[in-house]
């Protein structure tokens, strides 16, 4: 029975605790991220059986240096593939973002900015469509 009363008046202390009164001041961490996948096919992307597949991995993270501004970075994994041709992308660079609002708001909007430097490796030529002219101009050199 104390366990029960334990968990709700651990909840209440840090739902009240100053360092979650307010998200966005200084000494925060936001961390974040997404990830994706995509799987195409058909007449489109689908040539001789092959599916152009997609898989994009960026976990980001930054620490408020000020109230309402962050500074952090991102890193992302890309993979682009087309049967057995592949291309795969290493990415990571900074960001800042800035956040508005009232210190009572439950949500701020904001504006980020930021680069990423990418390196890159490539197992044959990723072509996502037969209309791409690099492609197309690669497939009659080929033949």
Not at 57 to 81: C, D, E, K, N, W
Not at 112 to 134: E, M
């Amino acid at each position: 029975m104390k366990m029960l009363w334990l968990f709700p008046v651990l909840m209440a202390s840090v739902a009240s605790s100053p360092a979650f009164a307010d998200e966005i001041s200084r000494g925060s961490l936001e961390i974040g991220g997404g990830m994706q996948f995509s799987s195409f096919g058909g007449d489109l992307y689908d040539e001789d059986g092959k599916r152009l597949s997609s898989l994009d991995i960026a976990p980001q993270a930054a620490y408020f240096v000020a109230r309402g501004i962050a500074m952090g970075g991102t890193v992302q994994y890309h993979r682009l593939s087309i049967g057995s041709d592949n291309t795969t992308t290493f990415s990571i660079g900074p960001a800042v973002h800035a956040y508005f609002g009232p210190e009572d708001s439950r949500t701020y909007p904001f504006v980020s900015a930021g680069f990423l430097y990418s390196l890159g490796a490539s197992g044959g030529a990723v072509c996502p469509s037969r209309r791409t002219p690099r492609c197309t101009a690669s497939r009659s050199e080929a033949a």
